[in-house]
Nanobody, 121 residues
Framework: VQLQAFGGGLVQAGGSLRLSCAAS????????MNWYRQAPGKQRGLVAA???????YYADSVKGRFTISRDNAKNTVYLQMNSLKPEDTAVYYC????????????????WGQGTLVTVSS
């Protein structure tokens, strides 16, 4: 299973970006799909998560500004980021809990390669 993230870049404060992450490979289903971020000198932390049924979670720092969504038919998760702030600058990683049906236990947790988001003040 591979996860490939797209959409990072440089944006001014107050602007918007949309990240995408597509999963490919031996996939039966994907349970949670998540976005994490890691700023320089800081630990990686969960930004937003979405279950297969569409339930969502947001970190307090992004509530009301970021929206996570997914397209189950395309095995893709999105992160719409609005009203960006300089403190949102980080490498953003997608993560997914995937059922593959291969081996035991037939599921695993996978990470994308990360995409850099830089917000200038």
């Amino acid at each position: 299973v591979q996860l490939q993230a797209f959409g990072g870049g440089l944006v001014q404060a107050g602007g918007s970006l949309r990240l995408s992450c597509a999963a490919s490979g031996s996939i039966l289903s994907i349970r949670a799909m998540n976005w994490y971020r890691q700023a320089p000198g800081k630990q990686r932390g969960l930004v937003a998560a979405i279950t297969e049924g569409g339930n969502t979670y947001y970190a307090d720092s992004v509530k009301g500004r970021f929206t996570i969504s997914r397209d189950n038919a395309k095995n893709t998760v999105y992160l719409q980021m609005n009203s960006l702030k300089p403190e949102d600058t980080a490498v953003y990683y997608c993560n997914a809990d995937v059922s593959t049906g291969i081996g035991y236990p037939g599921r695993g947790n996978y990470w994308g390669q990360g995409t850099l988001v830089t917000v200038s003040s």
